[in-house]
Structures are given as C-alpha cells and as structure tokens.
C-alpha cells in the first residue's frame, strides 16, 4: 500500500516509531531536537539497532535545519550517525515491512515555496527490500569514503567551529560558512572549490523534511509565562570583566548581625518583586577567549525598596558600590561551582532561542544581530519563560557535573 503523507498523519509516523521491534534506518539531511528525542527514546525503550544517515554543514546549523545538540543526543543513545555530503535524499525505514521515502523538491514555477512530496509505503516487500539494499549500500559507500562517521570529537570540534561562525554573523550576516562534514562519496562531492561550495548551499535553500516538519510542529512556540519577573542580571563591567578562571562571588554585607547577600544596580529598580526569580551573568570571557555574559546561576530576590541604598560601611566594604548604589536583597540562590567560564555563554541561549530569549522581542524572529546588542547599557532585562525553561535545563546539567554553592540571606 502507497499513501502520500501529510501532515494529518503525524499519529501514524508516532505509531511507526513506537511500533518498530528491530530496527530504524534514516537518511535525512534534516533533524530537530523533538524528532531526536523521540528517535532515542525509541532506540532505549525499544531495545532495537538505528543508523541515521544526515547531512551535516554549519549552514544547515545556523538555519536550525540540523542541531549539534540533537546529533550529539543520538550519538549518546547509542545510534550510528554518519555525514554525507550533497545529501538530498530523505528515507525512513522501520524494520523491513515500512518505508517513508521523501521527494526532491521541486520548485513551484517561479514561486518561492516547495513542494515536498512524501511516500509511505506498507506491505510493499520488493521495493521496500531495494530501499533497504539502497540504504546498505549507502553506508558501505560512506565506510569506504571515510570521514563519514560523527563522533564526539566532530561534535566539540563543530561546537566550536560554529561558535565562533555565530560570533561571525553577528557581525555580519553575509558571513558563509564553508564548514561541512561527512564522506565525499563521488569526486563531484568533495566541493574543494568555493564556487562548488556556494552552489551548494545555494541548493540547500528552503529545502525541507516532512517528517522533521511535522516533529518540529510540536515543539513549543507559544509564550511560556510565570507570575513573576525572571532577570537576565549582569555582574562585572566590560572594561574590567570578572576573572573567567574563578567561581562567581556573591555580595555579601553584615546587617544588624544579618547576612545579606545583594544584587546591585545603578539605578532604582522598583520593577523587582516579592519572589522575582534572577540568573546571573557574569561579563567575563569564554572557553574560547571570547567577552561575553557567562550564566553562573539562578535565585530569588525580595521586593525591591527606596531604602535599598548603600552605606558609608558598604562603600568602604566595596568601592565599586558608589558606582552602584541601589540594590536588592538576593532571599537565596544557588551558584554553579566551577570556573564562570564553564558556565552558560550567552551566545547559547540566543542561538536557541534567537529573539524568543526576552519578553520585550518574543514573537519577533529578529536577526541574532539585533538579539545580541539588546542587553547593552542594561543592569538587567527580562527573560522570556521559554529561556527561563532552557536555561534551567542547562543549569541542572552543570549542577551535576559540578555541584553548587548555596546562599540564603538571614
């Protein structure tokens, strides 16, 4: 039996994935976070084999066709995950009785949009068969070529490569990434020659997946809102950036025989309330040598007070308060216990959620450039619920890799 697959067939492509006893064959130059984490989870619960076959460029990356992060998940899970240059093909195989095979797109005469056709084949033995033998022969051909397999090492090596490519565009978005990975399996593949290369990109444009269409429609795009304020606050100043090789310090003073810790600002900050949650992002530098606001940590602050300005015995205490005279009381908190440059870079955050990370640009898709100098000339900004969950996912991470420090005002 051949259907055409639509998007009203999502349930059915769960029932595939939920139902395969033996294993799962993909070739797709395309994969998002939720098609990776039910593809896992599958391999796991299932106890089955899975090769996924992909195109793997730090252009597709950037136009968030393909995720670093998804990839190394699947690599995690125990899945074989191969690169393959000038790979436009698009097949699902689950186990050897269904089939999803996606068209090439064809161009609707001179309009912008594509039209991607795709088949799913049931009880069609002969030609699901070939499809198998076609997909076998493809992981020869890529084990002959070489280069092919993505391991760990690809995938630091792509992280910061692709780090520095956002740094790029940031500055300008005419920047183009000549980065790809995986087997040439054909001399026509190899793109040695940047005319090959932009040919190739050019290609790439606007392609698409039905299958990671219908995965990447699930996945959260509505405002997530909490009933509190949740601060971005930035530590440290750029002309004299908090020491990258160092924990994070919390201010604390001695009141009344009280520990408090504090948050300073330059200014009143009378939109801080009761239980407003803070991260802390020290100005310091990255991993990579980079200046940038690093994510240390994450906490609750009291209601924000005109009484809430600096002593003479705090000044002297610190110098630097007369600079930052205002403040609030930090009611606890919990500081990841490493260096700052092992925590969170900034660039992570927007790269994920692009102009979804604050309140105030939600909903907007703005360029990265225009994400990126929002936080200037700013003590704080609010961060979106969406960046709040992301980030939270993040922290808890180096929690357990590193631990915390904990602290609670009196």
């Known amino acids: 039996m051949i259907e055409v697959l639509t998007s009203n067939h999502f349930d059915k492509l769960l029932d595939l994935f939920d139902g395969t006893k033996k294993e799962i064959k993909i070739i797709s130059p395309f994969l998002t976070m939720s098609m990776a984490e039910k593809l896992c989870d599958t ?36 899945i074989t995950v191969y690169a393959v240059k000038k790979l436009h093909t698009k097949l699902y195989l689950f186990d050897d009785d269904t089939a999803i ?14 039209i991607e056709l795709s088949l ?22 890529i084990k002959t070529a070489g280069n092919g397999l993505i391991t760990p090492a690809i995938i630091a090596d792509a992280r910061k490569q692709y780090s520095q490519l956002l740094s790029d565009k940031k500055r300008s978005m005419k920047t183009i990434s000549a980065q790809m990975y995986g087997a040439a399996l054909d001399k026509w593949s190899e793109l040695t020659k940047t005319v090959d290369i932009l040919e190739e990109l050019k290609k790439c444009e606007g392609e698409q997946d039905l299958v990671c269409i ?35 310090s919390v201010t ?20 801080v309330k009761e239980n407003d949650e803070i991260y802390f992002a020290a100005l310091s530098t990255d991993k990579r040598g980079k200046n940038q606001p690093i994510i240390v940590g994450r906490g609750h602050l009291a209601a924000f007070s005109d009484n809430n300005f600096v002593t003479e015995s705090m000044t002297q205490q610190y110098p630097w308060m007369e600079r930052y005279p205002w403040y609030c009381v930090i009611k606890d908190c919990e500081i990841i216990k490493s260096p700052i440059k092992e925590g969170i870079p900034i660039d992570v955050v927007w790269d994920a959620m692009g102009s979804d990370t604050y309140i105030a640009s939600f909903g907007r898709n703005e360029s990265l450039q225009a994400v990126s100098i929002k936080h200037h000339q ?18 808890d991470a180096l929690k357990g890799q590193y631990g915390v420090t904990t602290y609670q005002s009196s």
């Open 120 to 141: 799913l084949l049931s009880e069609e033995d002969q030609v699901i068969k070939e499809l198998h033998t076609y997909f076998d022969e493809m992981v020869a051909k």
């Open 43 to 78: 391999v796991t619960e299932n106890n089955i084999s899975c090769i996924f076959i992909t195109r793997f460029y730090l252009e597709d990356v950037i136009a968030k066709a393909n995720s670093i992060d998804a990839l190394e998940l699947l690599i995690q899970s125990g």
């Open 252 to 271: 604390s003073i001695q009141e009344q025989g009280k520990v408090l810790y504090l948050s300073n600002y330059p200014f009143r900050v009378r939109s």
């Open 378 to 395: 700013k003590a704080h900004i609010r961060l979106s619920g969406n960046a709040k969950q992301f980030i939270d996912k993040k922290l």
């Open 101 to 114: 095979l996606g068209s090439a797109n064809f161009t609707n005469g001179g309009f912008k949009s594509n």
């Open 214 to 248: 219908l995965f990447k429609a699930t996945e959260q795009v509505t405002q997530i809102r909490y009933p509190y304020n949740i601060w971005l606050k930035f530590d440290g100043e750029a002309d004299n950036r908090l020491a990258a090789n160092t924990p994070f």
